[in-house]
């Protein structure tokens, strides 16, 4: 399926997850990444977590955990894809790689889902077609150009924020 084309259920789902996510981390890390839709991942426990959408390059692994619901992502969705996460990670097969975790619905979260995502860095996106992605991120990688860009012969330049779109 394109990530253009409609979305019929949870497969449809988490194929557009999986290229979304596998497009930007190509374009973060170049062509060689490993992009895959359930993959089972092996655990430091040696238990294989069955992953929606996964992203490995050379030095990083994206996991997504992926929910086409009719209603908010509750805690116990959240909890048990960090107890995942901390399993992969703990895994010597993947020491080295910086991992990154994500939820990604098409409604929202219950109460709670938000402090524990931001406890332990698992991102918690809403997005339910292409654009809704492509405005976060672009709207995350002005915040970062607004701190400091580090030059090539280590000077730091303060940026002044982009003046807003509307």
Not at 51 to 59: F, P
Request: glycine fraction near 10%; hydrophobic fraction near 40%.
């Amino acid at each position: 399926m394109s990530t253009d084309g409609p979305m019929t259920g949870w497969k449809d789902y988490e194929q557009f997850v999986t290229e979304l996510v596998g497009d930007l981390a190509q374009e973060l890390h170049g062509q060689g990444c490993r992009v895959e839709r359930g993959r089972r991942i092996p655990g430091a426990s040696g238990f294989a977590h069955e992953i929606d959408a996964s992203v490995q390059s050379a030095d990083h692994l994206y996991i997504a955990e992926c929910k086409y619901w009719n209603a908010s992502v509750p805690v116990g969705v959240v909890l048990t894809f960090l107890g995942r996460m901390v399993d992969i990670m703990a895994s010597p097969e993947f020491a080295g790689l910086k991992v990154v975790a994500a939820v990604f619905t098409t409604k929202g979260y219950q109460s709670g889902c938000e402090k524990i995502g931001d406890r332990y860095r698992i991102e918690l996106e809403v997005v339910r077609d292409r654009s809704d992605f492509v405005v976060r991120y672009l709207s995350r990688v002005r915040a970062a150009l607004q701190d400091t860009i580090v030059l090539s012969d280590g000077v730091r330049e303060e940026v002044k924020p982009w003046p807003s779109d509307g």
